[in-house]
C-alpha cells in the first residue's frame, strides 16, 4: 500500500468522498471486470460494481489495514455478489449482450478490412471465451476467475465464497474443461472465417 | 480428451499428458487475456465515476442522517430532560397542594399497630387409653370327653376291635396260681 493510498484512505474513512472516488479510480476497471465476467452483461456489471463500491464506503470504517486495500475490498466485492445472486437474478442473463456486441464488431472489422487478420483472429477468440465462460454457471466463474485472474489460492477462495477447498478445486477444474473443450471447437470455426477473410481481401 | 493423473512427473513423461496440459494452460493463457479485453473503452469511465459519485453522495446524505439519528440520546436520556412550559399561578397551587397534603400526613393520627397478646386457653385433647380386661375361661379336658364319647359309641369300638385284632382262641390256656394284680393309678383327677 503507497503512501498516497493510505493517505487516500484516511481521508476516505473521514467522510472525504473525494478521496474515496479516487480510490474507485484506481481499482473500478478491475472490479468492473469481475463484476461483468461474473454476471456477464454490462449494465449488470456497472450496477454490481457500484453496488460493491457503495458498499466498501459504508464499511470503509472497518479497514484497519491488516491485508492490502484491494484484498479488502475484493472480499467485499464477493460477498456483495453472492448477495447479490441469492436476491434477486440479474437483467440478462447468458451471453446475449456479449455475443451480439462482438458480432457486430466482427461484421465491421470485416467490412472495413482495416483490421488486421491477427486483430479479427483475436476478436473471434474473444468471442469463444466469452461464450465459453458463458457457459459456466456464475459461481464457477467468479472462482475460475478468483483462481486465474486474480491469482488467488484455492484456500483463500473457499475463505472468501464459504465453501470447501475441494468444492473450488472442482469448480475450477470443471471450468478449465468445459473452456478448453469449448475454445477447441471454436478454434476451427475462427480458422475458417480467417481463411474466408484473407481470400477476400 | 486424456485422461491420466496429473502428476508433474506423468506430464513430463506422458506424451498424452504433455500435451493436455500445454492445450489447458493455452486455454488459461487465452482466457485471461481476453479477460482483461471485455473492459470497456476510455470513454466510459469518466461516466462510470460521475455515477458512483452520485451514489456516494445520495449515500453519504443518508449515511449522515443516520448518524445523527444515532447521536440522538435515549428516550430514557430525553425523559429526564424533558421540561413542560406551566403558568405560575398553576404552579404555585400544585406546591401549595402538595405542602397541604404533606402536612395532613403528617397531622394524622399515627396507627399503631395492634400488639400481640399471649392468651392461655387450656384446651382438652382425648386421649385414646388401653384397658386390660383378665378373664378366666375353663374348658373341659380332652380325656374327658374322649372317653365320653368311647361309651356314647361302644358297639362302634368293638366292632373296629373286632375289625383290627384276630379272634383269640383259648386253646392251650392255662391259668396260674398266682394273682398278679397291677395297679395302675393315674386317669382322671376325680378318680380316687
Known amino acids: 500500500m503507497t503512501d498516497s493510498e493510505t493517505d487516500l484512505i484516511r481521508r476516505a474513512q473521514a467522510d472525504d468522498t473525494d478521496a474515496f472516488c479516487l480510490l474507485a479510480e484506481s481499482y473500478a476497471r478491475r472490479i468492473y471486470l469481475l463484476a461483468f465476467h461474473y454476471c456477464h452483461n454490462a449494465q449488470d456489471a456497472e450496477d454490481l460494481s457500484q453496488e460493491a463500491w457503495l458498499k466498501a464506503y459504508q464499511a ?15 472480499r467485499i466485492t464477493i460477498n456483495a455478489f453472492i448477495n447479490h445472486q441469492r436476491s434477486n437474478s440479474f437483467r440478462r442473463q447468458g451471453q446475449t449482450t456479449v455475443v451480439e456486441l462482438i458480432d457486430v464488431d466482427f461484421e465491421i472489422a470485416i467490412e472495413s478490412r482495416s483490421a488486421s487478420p491477427e486483430t479479427l483472429y483475436n476478436k ?18 467468479l472462482m475460475f476467475l478468483l483462481r486465474h485472474y486474480e491469482g488467488m489460492s484455492y484456500e483463500e477462495i473457499a475463505n472468501a465464497m464459504n465453501c470447501s477447498t475441494g468444492t473450488v478445486k472442482k469448480s475450477v477444474s470443471r471450468a478449465i474443461v468445459k473452456l478448453r473443450a469449448r475454445l477447441n ?17 | 480428451m486424456h485422461n491420466c493423473n496429473d502428476t508433474d512427473e506423468q506430464i513430463t513423461e506422458c506424451a498424452d499428458c504433455h500435451e493436455e496440459s500445454n492445450a489447458l494452460n493455452e486455454t488459461l493463457r487465452i482466457t485471461t487475456r481476453l479477460i482483461d479485453a471485455a473492459a470497456p473503452p476510455d470513454s466510459y469511465w469518466p461516466g462510470y465515476h460521475a455515477r458512483l459519485r452520485e451514489k ?6 443518508s449515511h449522515v ?29 400544585l406546591i401549595l397542594v402538595f405542602a397541604l397534603s404533606l402536612l395532613f400526613v403528617s397531622r394524622a393520627p399515627e396507627q399503631t399497630a395492634p400488639q400481640l397478646q399471649v392468651v392461655h386457653v387450656p384446651v382438652e385433647v382425648p386421649v385414646v387409653q388401653e384397658k386390660i380386661v383378665t378373664r378366666v375361661v375353663y374348658r373341659e379336658r380332652q380325656t374327658a370327653s374322649r372317653r365320653s364319647k368311647q361309651t356314647i359309641t361302644p358297639s362302634r369300638n368293638e366292632s373296629t ?19 398278679k394284680l397291677t395297679v395302675i393309678k393315674g386317669g382322671s383327677p376325680n378318680e380316687k
Open chain 1, 60 to 74: 470503509l470504517g472497518s479497514f484497519r489495514s491488516d491485508s492490502s486495500f484491494y484484498t479488502w475490498l475484493r
Open chain 1, 124 to 141: 473471434v477468440l474473444f468471442e469463444s471465451v466469452m461464450n465459453a465462460l458463458a457457459e459456466l454457471t456464475p459461481s464457477q466463474r
Open chain 1, 185 to 201: 471447437a471454436d478454434r476451427d470455426t475462427a480458422d475458417e472465417s480467417l481463411t474466408r477473410l484473407a481470400a477476400e481481401c
Open chain 2, 56 to 61: 456516494l453522495t445520495q449515500t453519504r446524505g
Open chain 2, 65 to 93: 442522517v443516520t448518524k445523527a439519528s444515532a447521536n440522538e440520546p435515549s428516550w430514557i436520556t430525553r425523559f429526564f430532560r424533558a421540561s413542560v412550559p406551566v403558568p405560575v399561578p398553576v404552579g404555585l397551587a
Open chain 2, 161 to 179: 376291635l373286632a375289625r383290627t385284632h384276630n379272634p383269640v382262641s383259648l386253646i392251650g390256656f392255662k391259668p396260674t396260681d398266682e394273682i
